[in-house]
């Protein structure tokens, strides 16, 4: 404070190395608590797959700048399926989300969670529940589903909220017996919202079709990818080349048949009146 | 141990309840606000929902964190208008009420260090690491530098403010951990070690008390007895030393941004130098010349 007059130069040399010193202190030290700080939101980042965001919530990354921990989304659901993650939980702290085999989402119409938010970290354009994209169901264990194995289970077929959309049965044969149907559960990731219904419900003591955030459930196509048939369609018609009828070069007498392969190009007409090919043994009268 | 506890002259002027008036009803405001938070989930009566980063009030008062709020404006998003009303609300109140106000009166925080200070006050615990208390605003900046370069709020994923206050309402987990660990910092390492000199949510709430309305003020600095126990007792005690003592002319008005307007200093004052006024309170003393240093005095 009372600097000596006499050595005014030095002192606030002195002033300037001491000011420089304590910014370096400063900055070191909480740089270092910067770099611990910044490696665990990194981690943070990575959600685990058990823990479901609420509808509407944005992706993870712009998701965990945009919430605030308030809990009100918390407050709002009438189930109260959500919950705040505390610091020993591996979701990043104070941020909502449920499991779904403890409580899957009831897909309230009004989606109050969503209302509740006061930052958009729930984006307030979701006003459909059904559009609504909280995660993916994949059906994780096709040893152990009781419809691979060819039993009627169908569960989460039936409790899915958007049922035939979102889960269908397709019928395959089951090449165990050779004479009955497998019934195969199949999840369409345009109308899965996600809510977790089918693997609460999954009657296996550990879900065989589980609800996964969409990023990890979700393979994406290469983006220059066509499918033939599709663009087909959609053109109304062959896109290359028009299709011409194939041309075989067969035997004389011959034509082919797409999976019978070769066969004569046209049986004799049966004679009229010509009794069929019967065994003489069979034919009755006396040997 | 001193033989004398601090305020003991207080108490034997003012009695027991007049050396404690402002404690109490600090107290009194600290577990009334997470009563009304609890009401909630304990008794199922809604009046406030959610917690102090956001909270919504009878289904019409919308209260905001505005250094959360910052925060999530640095990562990129842009939130909803009921957000920016209520961290409007909350600037509004604490520039009129003391910005560190929140510190003193709301901070459940408040409520841990506070016991670790006194419990080292009564074990005669003294010294300990030193660090500086402008720690804080190097803290501050770095969670907003952060906040800009991860896109998220880093800093909320370890604030124990924030944390504690949601454990309490949503759950605790192992923020029991986080918050005894504040509590042994406080009690062996560092005085005022948390909301003193690492805080970047009091040290947010400190820029607006630059500029807050109401503060303490030694309006009757010269029937001080040096007794020191205002200094003692005071989590800030740099602040008081300009406006007791008239440091280069200073007026009796506390302008220091961190005064936490505790008024743990109007408790403690057998002579009744501090009361709570406005920061405009600093006109009545003409006595000293211009001010020098402290600068936001009014014009």
């Known amino acids: ?287 | 141990m001193t033989p004398e506890r601090i305020g003991a002259e207080a108490v034997a002027a003012k009695g027991w309840l007049g050396a404690h008036k402002w404690l109490l009803l600090r107290r009194a405001s600290q577990l009334s606000i997470l009563a009304l938070f609890l009401l909630g989930p304990l008794a199922g009566v809604w009046i406030v929902k959610g917690n102090l980063t956001f909270s919504y009030t009878l289904d019409i008062l919308p209260l905001t964190d505005p250094y959360i709020l910052l925060q999530t404006l640095l990562t990129g998003h842009m939130p909803e208008v009921k957000a920016f009303v209520g961290a409007a609300i909350v600037l509004v109140f604490y520039l009129l009420v003391g910005g560190r106000a929140f510190c003193a009166w709301v901070c459940p925080v408040n409520m841990v260090t506070d016991a670790a200070a006194w419990l080292r006050q009564r074990l005669g615990i003294k010294g300990g690491a030193h660090i500086s208390r402008k720690t804080r605003y190097w803290i501050l900046a770095l969670t907003l530098l952060l906040a800009a370069l991860t896109g998220t709020l880093a800093w909320e994923l370890v604030n124990p403010v924030s944390m504690f206050h949601r454990g309490i309402i949503f759950g605790l987990g192992a923020t029991w951990a986080v918050i005894l660990a504040l509590f042994l910092l406080e009690l062996f390492v560092m005085q005022d070690g948390w909301c003193g000199r690492l805080c970047p949510v009091g040290a947010f709430y400190s820029l607006i008390g630059k500029v807050s309305l109401v503060r303490a003020a030694a309006v009757n600095r010269a029937a001080c007895n040096d007794c020191m126990d205002c200094f003692a007792v005071c989590p800030e005690p740099q602040v008081i030393r300009p406006a007791l003592k008239g440091v280069d002319g200073a007026g009796p008005v506390i302008l220091a941004a961190n005064c936490t307007n505790c008024g743990r200093c109007i408790d403690v004052c057998s002579k009744d130098v501090f009361v709570f006024g406005t920061r405009f309170g600093s006109k009545v003393d003409k006595v000293s010349p211009p001010v020098k240093s402290m600068a936001p005095v009014c014009k």
């Open chain 1, 1 to 287: 404070m009372d600097s000596e007059k006499p050595k005014k130069a030095p002192a606030a040399s002195q002033a300037r190395r001491q000011f420089l010193l304590e910014s370096a202190r400063m900055a070191c030290g909480v740089g270092l608590l910067g770099i611990g700080i910044g490696l665990y939101a990194k981690q943070a980042k990575a959600l685990p797959p058990l823990a479901i965001r609420p509808p509407g919530a944005l992706a993870e990354k712009a998701f965990l700048g945009a919430c605030v921990r308030c809990g009100m989304c918390v407050r709002d659901c009438p189930y109260d399926i959500l919950s705040l993650a505390t610091p020993d939980q591996p979701v990043a702290t104070g941020t909502p989300y449920f499991v779904a085999r403890e409580l899957p989402c009831e897909m309230c119409v009004d989606i109050p969670c969503v209302k509740a938010c006061p930052t958009g970290a729930l984006d307030h354009s979701l006003t459909d529940i059904n559009k609504s994209k909280m995660g993916l169901a994949v059906l994780v264990d096709q040893e152990n589903c009781l419809n691979f194995l060819g039993l009627r289970c169908d569960i989460c077929y039936r409790v899915c909220p958007v049922i035939d959309k979102a889960i269908t049965l397709e019928q395959q044969l089951n090449a165990r017996t050779g004479k009955h149907a497998l019934f195969i559960p199949v999840v369409h990731s345009d109308a899965c919202t996600g809510c977790g219904k089918c693997e609460k419900a999954c009657p296996l003591p550990v879900a065989a079709i589980k609800v996964y955030p969409t990023e990890l459930a979700k393979g994406e196509p290469g983006k220059h990818y066509r499918l033939g048939w599709v663009e087909q369609q959609k053109a109304g018609g062959s896109l290359v080349a028009p299709d011409v009828p194939h041309q075989y070069n067969l035997p004389e007498g011959m034509r082919y048949e797409p999976g019978k392969g070769l066969m004569p190009s046209e049986a004799p007409p049966a004679a009229p009146g010509s009794q069929p090919a019967v065994p003489k043994a069979l034919q009755g009268g006396k040997l």
